[in-house]
Each structure stands twice: as structure tokens, then as C-alpha cells.
């Protein structure tokens, strides 16, 4: 099987930066997985196929000679697509995750170009590199970012967009012979990016775009103020609005509003509004808070608040929080809270929320119910020495983990309830055995005395019918047998204080007593066992 272009006069076009045939440079790049179209982490011939022949076309199609059209003859004996590569085996693979979007050039740090890929948001993709050292370029369309990386061999290194630092992007010249071809700057007729001309003025006061002083265009200003609605270019300064404010440019300073406002570029600062804020550009440095909901489509460094839910689609550093939800796509390190659920893809640093979910979280997920792929998420059922039948939900990661607990005595009288939890830490000893270090706290409550005080209409206290908190402290061990099946013992070390809480009746026998400023404490231990799912 082969491929070529169509001609061979074509396929000796060569660029200055690829040191090769725009044919053989696609076919290159293809090979070391960005023709990977089905994310499999491998390349077909039939996606190298077409990964070259687009990318030659797209880049040949304005060229001198002409546009390139690879073609495609082959003679195969037997079923299924022929596998090129296999990206998981080669030396060092570098990531691009599905948040991050652009053109990115890799080159060693000889400057040699090894390759240059269109990504785009939604997708994820995986290059095989030999393993050494390399500067990576990122260019959107308002946004030209660098990082230097060191690939070692058998990693697997995922590129994050807070590894990059922005870099302003040089003047493009013209090719050509000649002082003034070569002096004279690419017009915007010829690279479809012509631009209208920015407009600036210290002041800018209007009541609707339209309206406005100075009259006429959406100016750049250091200070804007719109009775009701206001839009400018460039704020660099302050834009203050009664009711909506839009900035179609960026951002350094303050935009505040009573309704809404909306950001197209860059914030460096604060955006503020009391109902919702959007910031459509390359992210935030600083601050973007609304009364109700906010959304940012890049990267934030610093705080991003919601009275009730705020969504960010870039990553960030700092903080996300909002009263309801918070929903995050991409790379965030920091915290993620909200007052009910938080959503991460990817999340270094603590999830604090009744329910936390997570692709992949490195940290704590600190609330009720806790849903990490790849983590801990186990119910279970047990029993105690203490004559107790109990059911567990243990959600979170191996670093941190929380766990609920509800149990009865196994006669099923249900004349007593046993409920707590607490938090631990999980110590993997291999595939199948593994110890939980736990923190629980547990507590008792005499439902036959409620049911008698209720009869007689007397007042229920809490003295008489059960104790306040017992704390205690647990490990176990666990032996997996399948994958969402294990079976677990262990023991526990409850304290009780005399006069404090010594109403649970089951606590009897031996224990390890001492005493503490005139006041009894024992230590009783229990012991459990039970499957976890």
C-alpha cells in the first residue's frame, strides 16, 4: 500500500518552517497520532488517508503551483483496517486534553519542527515523540502562547493550558525580493483577518449603543458610563451600566452592571453584575462575580462567583464558587465549592459540596456524596460486634474519602437506631488488598423510649432517650474479589465518657479505661465485617 501526491513537481513544494514536502510533513504528523480521528490511540490507513490529504490540500490550495491531491492505491489480503501506529507504544506521548483548541507547533528545542497540528475544542489528542526536550506554540485567534516541556521515556505527559506563558506575536512580513516587499507588512485583505480601526477616548458616555458621546462607533475608553446599556471596544479603566454593558474587545479594569455584561476578549480585573456575566475570550485574571450565573469560555486566574450556579469550559486557578452548581471543563487547580453540586473534569486541590463529581480529582472531595471516576465509591452492608446491622456509602479518592452509616440491631425490633460517619484515607497494598484509616463519629437514639414518652405526652429530652457523639476511630482491611465486589473486616476503637455519653447499652465487657481531670473515659472495642460494592 501507498500514498503520494499527485504529481511529483507538487510534492516537491517545501515550506521554510517544515523542511519538507507539505505532503510528507501532514504524513508524518499523521503517523505520530493526529490522524487519529477515532481516539483510540491508533492510526488506521484509512484515517492517515485522509488526516494527509486534507492537510495537504488546506495547505497547498493558495500556493503557486497549485493545490495537492493525495492519492490512495493500495492491495490488501485479509479483514479490518490496516493499523500504522500505535501511539501507546511509542516512546513519550504527549497530550493535548479536549479543552484546548488552536494550532499548535512542536519543535525540538534545535528549533527543527516535529510537528503541527489544527486542534480543536471537544476532542482530545495524543502524539508519540521520542522522548527529549521541546517548545510547544499554541496560536488562536487572539491568543499566541509558548512552554518548553521534557518528555522521559514510557511518560505519558498531559499539556495543560496553564502550562503555557502568552508572548506577544511578531510582525508578519511578505516574502518577496526586494527592500519594499520585504519592509511591507501582510495586508488584511490578504490574511481575512482586516480589522476596524480602535478608536480611543478618555470618556465615553452614552444611553444606548447608538447614542453616545463622543457620537458615533463603539469606542475604546478609559471610562464608559451608560444610563442603560453601553458597549465598547477596550475598556481600559471603567465601564458602569444601569442595565447591560458589552465589550467586544478586552478588558483591564472594572466592568460593572445591573442586568448583565459580556466580555468577547481578555479580563484582567473585575466583572461584575447583579443578575449574569459572560466572558467569551481567552479568560480571566482576577475577579468575575454575579448575583446569579456566570460563564467563561477561558481560563481563570483568580475567582470566579455565583449567587447561584457559574459554568467554566477553560480551567482555572484559584477558586470556582456559587451558591447552587458549579460546573468546570478542563484543568482547575484550586477549590471548587458550591452550596449543593460541583461537576469537575479534571480537579487538583478539594471539592467541597453536598455532592462532588470528578473525572479525575487529585485531592480532597469534601462533602455528602461524593461520585470520582477512577476513585472510591463503595456501598456496603456489615455487621458489628455490638450485634448491629448496618448499610455504608464510602465515596471520595484513595487521599480522602467520606463515609455514612445507618444500622439497627439485627433482631429487626427497630427499637434503637445507630447512625454517624466520618473521613479517611485509603493504603493500596497492590491490586487486591487495601487498609481505610478512619475518623467516625456515631450516634445512638432509643426510638422504644421516644415511642414511650410520646404515648404518655411527655416531654422527649435528649438525656432519655440516647447519648450525644461518640467518636471513635476505625481501620480495615480490604481484600478485592471482583471488580465492584470486596469483602472487608475490621476494628474500631469507640470513646466513652462517664456522664457524657454512657447511654448506648450495648457498650459492655472489656475495654481500656483511664482518666481525665476527675472524669472516667473507656475505650470499647468493636469489631465488623461485611461486602462492599
Not at 479568560?283 to 457559574?310: R, S, T
Not at 425490633?413 to 445507630?418: G, I, T
Request: aromatic share 12%; proline share 3%.
Amino acid at each position: 500500500a501507498y500514498l503520494s501526491s499527485s504529481s511529483e513537481s507538487e510534492a516537491s513544494q517545501e515550506s521554510d518552517s517544515i523542511q519538507a514536502s507539505y505532503f510528507t510533513h501532514a504524513l508524518v504528523t499523521g503517523l505520530r497520532g493526529a490522524a487519529d480521528a477515532s481516539g483510540d490511540g491508533k492510526v488506521s490507513l484509512n484515517e492517515l488517508y485522509h488526516y494527509a490529504y486534507n492537510e495537504t490540500l488546506a495547505r497547498t490550495e493558495f500556493s503557486v503551483a497549485g493545490p495537492q491531491h493525495p492519492s490512495y492505491n493500495f492491495t490488501l489480503v485479509g479483514s479490518g483496517d490496516l493499523v500504522m501506529t500505535d501511539i501507546a507504544a511509542g516512546d513519550a506521548v504527549l497530550i493535548l486534553d479536549s479543552v484546548q483548541d488552536g494550532k499548535f507547533f512542536v519543535r525540538t528545542t534545535g528549533g527543527t519542527l516535529v510537528a503541527e497540528v489544527n486542534k480543536v475544542f471537544g476532542t482530545s489528542m495524543a502524539l508519540a515523540l521520542p522522548a527529549g526536550k521541546y517548545v510547544v506554540s499554541c496560536v488562536t485567534a487572539g491568543w499566541t502562547a509558548q512552554c518548553t516541556i521534557q518528555l522521559k521515556s514510557g511518560e505519558r505527559f498531559r499539556l495543560e493550558r496553564s502550562d503555557f506563558t502568552e508572548i506577544i506575536p511578531e510582525t508578519t512580513r511578505r516574502r518577496g525580493t526586494g527592500d519594499e516587499a520585504a519592509a511591507e507588512e501582510i495586508s488584511a485583505e490578504e490574511t481575512g483577518t482586516e480589522e476596524t480601526e480602535d478608536r480611543w477616548t478618555p470618556f465615553y458616555i452614552s444611553l444606548v449603543p447608538g447614542v453616545s458621546f463622543p457620537w458615533g462607533g463603539n469606542y475604546s475608553a478609559n471610562i464608559s458610563a451608560s444610563l442603560l446599556a453601553g458597549r465598547n471596544n477596550n475598556i481600559t479603566g471603567i465601564q458602569a451600566n444601569g442595565f447591560y454593558g458589552h465589550i467586544t474587545g478586552n478588558l483591564s479594569g472594572v466592568q460593572a452592571s445591573g442586568f448583565m455584561s459580556i466580555i468577547d476578549g481578555k479580563v484582567t480585573g473585575v466583572q461584575t453584575s447583579g443578575f449574569m456575566n459572560i466572558a467569551r475570550g481567552e479568560g480571566v485574571v482576577g475577579i468575575q462575580d454575579a448575583g446569579f450565573l456566570n460563564i467563561n469560555n477561558g481560563y481563570i486566574h483568580g475567582v470566579q462567583a455565583a449567587g447561584f450556579m457559574n459554568i467554566n469550559n477553560g480551567g482555572f486557578i484559584g477558586i470556582q464558587g456559587a451558591g447552587f452548581m458549579t460546573i468546570m471543563q478542563g484543568h482547575g487547580k484550586g477549590v471548587q465549592a458550591a452550596g449543593f453540586l460541583n461537576i469537575a473534569d479534571r480537579l487538583d486541590g478539594v471539592q467541597l459540596g453536598i455532592i462532588n463529581v470528578a473525572n479525575e480529582l487529585n485531592g480532597a472531595p469534601i462533602g455528602f456524596l461524593n461520585f470520582i471516576k477512577g476513585g472510591i465509591c463503595s456501598p456496603a452492608v456489615y455487621v458489628d460486634s455490638l450485634k448491629n446491622l448496618f448499610l455504608q456509602y464510602q465515596g471520595g479518592t484513595e487521599w480522602f474519602y467520606t463515609f455514612y452509616f445507618v444500622g439497627t440491631p439485627w433482631d429487626f425490633k427497630f427499637d434503637e437506631l445507630v447512625y454517624g460517619g466520618g473521613f479517611g484515607a485509603r493504603l493500596k497494598l497492590g491490586r487486591m488488598l487495601s487498609f481505610d484509616f478512619d475518623i467516625s463519629t456515631k450516634q445512638y437514639l432509643n426510638i422504644a423510649k421516644i415511642e414511650e414518652l410520646h404515648s404518655k405526652d411527655q416531654k422527649i429530652r435528649w438525656e432519655d432517650i440516647g447519648s450525644q457523639t461518640i467518636p471513635g476511630a476505625r481501620v480495615s482491611l480490604n481484600v478485592s474479589l471482583f471488580k465492584r465486589l470486596s469483602v472487608f473486616c475490621g476494628v474500631s476503637a469507640d470513646l466513652i465518657v462517664e456522664g457524657y455519653n454512657d447511654k448506648y447499652p450495648a457498650y459492655k465487657g472489656p475495654n481500656a479505661s483511664f482518666t481525665v481531670n476527675d472524669t472516667t473515659c473507656k475505650l470499647y472495642p468493636t469489631f465488623f465485617a461485611g461486602l462492599k460494592f
